[in-house]
């Protein structure tokens, strides 16, 4: 596993961060924000936010911006793991399956949004990083290498709606596995949400679970074969 493969990782098991951005109302001073955020399957950042909101005005303005997410149920600010994102955000142009792709998988983590799909005012924004510093725990800080962090077009973002499909309609019993061992975490009903080449998501009971892979995915079949063998190891004795 390496720290490129980390950062991802930490970042797609967060679900929001602090926004900053370069206030326009306030000559450039920075101006942070509390914002949801899904990582899409390229690992660039999908917002989805309101053009009456102050830092939708400025990222017109400035379309450079930062984003810190980490653990907000660990109490050990300092030592526990953390990740800044430095980029560029930009609207989501058109209506091409890609976008809508995207709303859909955000619809998925964030059903709550789909209010204000009603709203004309909201607005997909993508962020794309050009710098990422990784805080993995006390003594583990690094720049990340981005030319490796940039993750290329794979055939299971293709396939993701069919592996979702399938998980959900016949192996209930082995998510609700996955939850008890990997997250000591009893559950009844659960639904996988999205799964990237970094691991996938559930929502349990409410509450939304990451699972990461020991190594990256790419397809189907090497989706099934990482799932298959998170099952042997999370089946109750």
């Known amino acids: 596993m390496t720290t490129t493969n980390e950062a991802r990782q930490m970042l797609r098991a967060h679900r929001y961060g602090v926004l900053s951005t ?7 001073y920075p101006f942070g924000s509390i914002t949801p955020y899904l990582v ?7 917002i989805l936010i309101s053009t009456l909101a102050e830092h939708t005005k400025n990222i017109l303005q400035d379309p450079r911006v930062s984003l810190i997410a980490h653990d907000q149920h660990n109490p050990h600010i300092q030592s526990q793991g953390r990740i800044t994102v430095v980029g560029n955000a930009a609207p989501e142009a058109g209506r ?11 619809q998925r983590y964030f059903p709550e949004s789909q209010a204000y799909f009603a709203m004309h005012d909201f607005s997909f924004y993508r962020i794309r990083p ?31 709606s069919d592996v979702i499909a399938h998980m959900n309609s016949d192996h209930q019993d082995t998510m609700r ?3 008890q061992h990997f997250h000591q975490c009893a559950t009844l009903d659960v639904e996988m949400l999205g799964i990237d080449l970094d691991g996938f ?8 679970l990451r699972f990461d892979f020991a190594q990256p995915v790419r397809d189907a079949q090497q989706a099934r074969m990482a799932l298959v063998e998170m099952a042997r190891v999370a089946k109750p004795a």
């Open 22 to 28: 370069l206030s326009k109302k306030f000559d450039g």
């Open 40 to 46: 899409d399957h390229d690992a660039t950042l999908l």
């Open 96 to 106: 091409e399956p890609g976008r809508e792709q995207a709303a859909l998988r955000y």
């Open 130 to 160: 050009i710098a990422i510093r990784y805080i993995g725990g006390f003594g583990r800080i690094h720049w990340v290498d981005m030319e490796n962090y940039v993750v290329r077009p794979y055939p299971l973002i293709e396939q993701e």
């Open 177 to 179: 596995n996955y939850c």
């Open 201 to 208: 998501d559930v929502r349990a009971d409410g509450n939304v």
